[in-house]
């Protein structure tokens, strides 16, 4: 039967699947080529759900999972991936700089050697495989909070009516810096947000979500993320006018706080209007002030 070896990109759920079907054997590959293409192995047997994992180290390499100062992340928790091993090239040919960012001491290995950091950020998974989140230069910082994108992106993935899935923090919406999802498959906003509410933290939950035919990639098959398209963000024609001078007041409260360019119906939701945990608690001042009303924050 024929054996077939995937790897050079994040492999996604359905295409394993499809690769199953057609194949007796299915191995995902992964490893920079600076240390020598392949690092770590594994097989897709389809008994692991979720995003498929890049696996374990190959023969003659050691792999870590490691935080900002170099100390090893415990399972489950997100860590950028160093490389050590017989596999580990010199350095970059005339780039003296630059070798010595990448290919940096290797403090569990033996003396004078050393390991590749590889810039990608993943985590241990419970079976001891390693599971690939995304690039560390995807990380972000909102409202205090350090997010890393390719978490998100991994937990939508897993979700069976999402076929393909990107985050990007986008600076250019009222409310300040805010997380969009960009989906391609079936599933509905309010679908997704419980989705992610259910893994990941409020601060890593999308404030807003665009459904599309496919993402826009690059030459080499990346998401292009500068072609992405600015989210509609604000409420569509409402359902019912306001009834009461209380509900009119509401809803040009959120306008005001959420920076929306039409009025805001008396049934829309603050959150699927692109709020998040910050503005409501503005939101809820500027409720206090109006209306004498103390509402909390949930």
Not at 104 to 127: A, E, L
Not at 259 to 264: D, M, S
Not at 282 to 297: E, K, N
Request: charged letters at 20%; a neutral charge; hydrophobic letters at 40%.
């Amino acid at each position: 039967g024929l054996r077939v070896l995937i790897g050079g990109e994040a492999v996604g759920e359905p295409l394993a699947d499809a690769l199953r079907a057609a194949a007796r054997e299915v191995t995902n590959v992964y490893g920079p080529t600076e240390t020598t293409i392949w690092s770590t192995a594994a097989v897709l047997d389809g008994e692991r759900g979720g995003v498929p994992p890049i696996g374990r180290p190959i023969a003659n390499t050691r792999v870590y999972v490691l935080d900002d100062a170099l100390r090893a992340a415990p399972s489950g928790a997100v860590g950028e991936l160093y490389i050590a091993g017989d596999g580990v090239a010199r350095g970059y040919h005339g780039r003296p700089a630059l070798t010595a960012t990448r290919f940096v001491p290797d403090p569990f290995g033996p003396p004078g050697s050393r390991m590749y950091r590889t810039g990608d950020v993943v985590r241990w998974g419970s079976d001891g495989q390693i599971e690939y989140i995304g690039r560390a230069d995807h990380q972000v910082k909102i409202r205090g909070f350090r997010i890393e994108l390719g978490e998100i992106e991994s937990v939508l993935a897993a979700h069976p009516e999402v076929s393909r899935a990107t985050v990007v923090a986008r600076e250019d919406l009222p409310g300040g810096t805010q997380l969009v999802a960009y989906t391609v498959g079936t599933a509905a906003p309010a679908v997704l947000r419980a989705h992610l509410a259910g893994s990941l933290p409020a601060h890593m939950v999308p404030a807003l979500y665009v459904a599309m035919e496919a993402l826009p990639l690059t030459a080499n098959g990346k998401v292009d993320r500068k072609l992405l398209p600015a989210p509609e963000q604000g409420p569509r024609a409402a359902a019912r006018a306001p009834r009461t001078p209380q509900e009119q007041l509401l809803c040009e409260v959120f306008v005001e706080v959420l920076g929306l360019p039409a009025p805001a119906g008396p049934d829309d939701s603050f959150f699927d209007l692109g709020g998040h945990s910050l503005l409501a608690t503005r939101l809820t001042g500027r409720i206090r002030t109006a209306l004498g009303a103390d509402l909390p924050v949930r």
